[in-house]
């Protein structure tokens, strides 16, 4: 079966640090995954997708990146945390087909400082 | 481009009446719709789709959602509401790589 990690689950952070949230997924190959941000338990904003290793698409301009360096791990960085960056980050995963659910990690929950 | 919209921020029912939750949407091409249920500090949780087919798709936890192309809605319901549904319920619609969320409705099923 497959599974999706996540971690940090908690972080606290100051302004101006660094950022690396990671996320794997276990039992299945190629994978579309997806990092969205939820602020203040609310709406999801669609931050980055990605098809493919080395394959991100972004979909909002800001501070933050991510990467794939590997089939199954996708991480989220920043170099220098905003205010504006606490949220609660949640990553996904579906089959290439596009009428598949995602499957969600439990989530990141980032508050800067 | 595509999109959802939940016209509620907040939906109460009593425990036992039924519910509806509201979702349209925008869609070039054949839509693909998705609800999800998401618990306090949780992630979320697919509870069903429509791809194609029967207007009317069952999901988890009795919950149906009824596909209508002509008003392009894709209402969530339940023909009796539990205390135990009270969570954030959010529309999705999928795109070939792309997959966006409504901002949600909060559900409160009152005791």
């Known amino acids: 079966s497959q599974t999706i990690h996540q971690w940090p689950a908690t972080l606290v952070q100051p302004v101006g640090s660094p950022l690396s949230l990671e996320c794997t997924v276990e039992g299945t190959s190629n994978p579309n995954l997806y990092w969205y941000r939820q602020a203040a338990g609310r709406g999801l904003q669609l931050l980055f997708y990605?098809?493919?290793?080395?394959?991100i698409s972004s979909e909002v301009p800001q501070n933050l990146s991510a990467s794939r360096p590997q089939d199954r791990q996708f991480i989220l960085s920043s170099k220098k945390l905003l205010l504006s960056d606490s949220g609660f980050y949640l990553c996904?995963?579906?089959?290439?087909?596009?009428?598949?659910?995602?499957?969600f990690g439990e989530g990141s929950r980032l508050t800067v400082l | 481009a595509q999109s959802v919209a939940q016209p509620e921020d907040q939906v109460n029912v009593a425990e036992g009446n039924p519910l509806t939750v509201k979702c349209t949407y925008s869609?070039?091409?054949?839509?693909?719709l998705f609800w999800y249920v998401q618990y306090p500090n949780r992630g979320l949780q697919f509870l069903l789709k429509y791809i194609t087919g029967d207007n009317l798709v069952k999901g988890s936890y009795g919950f149906e959602a009824e596909f209508n192309k002509s008003q392009t809605s894709f209402h969530l319901k339940k023909p009796s509401a539990l205390v135990s549904d009270s969570a954030l319920y959010f529309c999705a619609v999928s795109g070939t790589y792309k997959y966006i969320f409504g901002t949600g409705t909060r559900l409160k099923v009152l005791a």
């Open positions: 996904a995963w579906r089959w290439t087909p596009n009428t598949g659910e995602l499957f």
């Open positions: 869609v070039s091409g054949n839509p693909y």
């Open positions: 990605s098809v493919g290793i080395g394959q």
